[in-house]
């Protein structure tokens, strides 16, 4: 079993920076891909970032490329989603997710957090 609890989200100006962190229970964090998804008001949850379990790999969504970096740092279990040069389209609901596999997937994946909310003001 995996926790995972948020933080980080807020409101912010267009063009303006967040870091959101994803902190895990459990001692087997290091064998888990992690992906972070947002969900906007009306729509469906859409896949943002991933990284694996060493950290080694990435990926990204088109819309956020150049903007997010996804980072981990297993020594504190926790993953990291720092963006920049935010826009209003970026306003949602932020999830992070573990997953045995490196998937972008939302299906795949066996935990979720509870999230943390991104609004960026125009």
């Known amino acids: 079993q995996v926790q995972l609890v948020e933080s980080g989200g807020g409101l912010v100006q267009t063009g303006g920076s967040l870091r959101l962190s994803c902190a895990a229970s459990?001692?087997?964090?290091?064998?888990?891909?992690m992906g972070w998804f947002r969900q906007a008001p009306g729509k469906e949850r859409e896949f943002v970032a991933l990284?694996?379990?060493?950290?080694?790999?990435?990926e990204y969504t088109d819309s956020v490329k150049g903007r997010f970096t996804i980072s981990r740092d297993n020594t504190k279990n926790t993953v990291y989603l720092q963006m920049i040069n935010l826009e209003p389209e970026d306003t949602a609901v932020y999830y992070c997710?573990?997953?045995?596999?490196?998937?972008?997937?939302?299906?795949?994946?066996?935990?979720w957090g509870q999230g943390t909310q991104v609004t960026v003001s125009s």
């Open positions: 459990g001692r087997t964090f290091s064998t888990y891909a």
């Open positions: 990284i694996s379990g060493n950290g080694g790999r990435t």
């Open positions: 997710a573990a997953n045995r596999r490196y998937s972008f997937r939302p299906e795949t994946y066996d935990y």
